[in-house]
């Protein structure tokens, strides 16, 4: 009996996850809540789903700006490097790039739990730090995001 109320609870939980919307290919206009990014995505956007978890996640994001890979995090602690003076648009600190394996990585980071690093294979340049400068990022001690069109974070709903 108690391997059918275990299985029970795996399959409530597999639905509820997935009852939210599922994510691929994503393209704006709309907002996409994901692994800590918020991102509201303009016309031409496009973000690609990698791979996921419950607290992390990876993802593509595409424009005009050209290609981010990004990896967010839910519940995270302060990134590595030296932060920026000025906060980004939506008030989080943002980490100066900095080479690693390879690749140009910047961080923002809300001061609490949650991250996402951006890395690209040549030096950032100024469309993709604005757009870096839009993306909010949500802590999951405190009620999820809302007007979320696109979705990848975890839901008990």
């Known amino acids: 009996m108690l391997e059918r109320s275990a299985l029970t609870v795996i399959l409530a939980v597999c639905l509820a996850a997935s009852s939210k919307g599922s ?22 956007e496009q973000i690609v ?18 290609t981010l890979n990004v990896l967010g995090i839910g519940w995270a602690g302060k990134p590595e490097g030296r932060m920026r003076a000025s906060l980004t648009a939506k008030g ?9 394996d390879g690749q140009f990585v910047t961080a923002i980071w809300n001061k609490a739990y949650g ?23 949500f802590d999951e001690t405190k009620p999820e995001p809302i007007n979320c069109k696109l979705r990848t974070v975890f839901s008990w709903e």
Request: aromatic share 14%; charged share 25%; net charge positive.
């Open 23 to 44: 994510a691929g290919d994503l393209e704006g206009p709309g907002r996409f809540c994901g692994y800590s990014p918020i991102i509201d995505l303009v016309a031409g």
């Open 49 to 66: 789903t990698l791979k996921g978890g419950i607290h992390s996640g990876t993802f593509e994001w595409r424009g005009d700006f050209g």
């Open 92 to 100: 989080h600190a943002f980490f100066l790039p900095r080479k690693e």
């Open 115 to 137: 991250a996402a690093y951006f890395r690209s294979p040549t030096r950032f340049t100024k469309a993709q730090v604005s757009a870096i400068e839009r993306v909010d990022l």
